[in-house]
């Protein structure tokens, strides 16, 4: 099984990104995939939550209204569009799979945000 995420960068505030994260060996059974994030000197945090069965959705309340989190099954892929970003939206974003009982995590991308 595997996590693979991708897209952080170094951004201006105000501008946008969109964070990817592949996975496999999951199948179509799993409870909840979404992302957290780890500023530096910070404990991680959950940005958006994506549950499968009921499909629906989960934001912090620091990210509502400009982070999107979508998926497309085909690709095996979740997104996490975020726009107007701020400086402290700066950490390491990480993804995070939930099924029968266990969590996967992938590796990380870093998203820096400049004033």
């Known amino acids: 099984v595997q996590l693979q995420a991708s897209g952080g960068g170094l951004v201006q505030a105000g501008e946008s990104l969109r964070l990817s994260c592949t996975f496999s060996g999951f199948g179509l059974d799993f409870a909840a995939i979404g992302w957290f994030r780890q500023a530096a000197g910070k404990k991680r945090e959950g940005v958006s939550c994506l549950s499968v069965g009921p499909n629906t959705t989960r934001y912090a309340d620091s990210v509502k209204g400009r982070f999107t989190i979508s998926r497309d099954s085909a690709k095996n892929t979740v997104y996490l569009q975020m726009n107007s970003l701020r400086p402290e939206d700066s950490a390491i974003y990480y993804c995070?799979?939930?099924?029968?009982?266990?969590?996967?995590w992938g590796q990380g991308t870093q998203v820096t945000v400049s004033s």
């Open positions: 995070q799979l939930q099924q029968r009982g266990s969590v996967y």
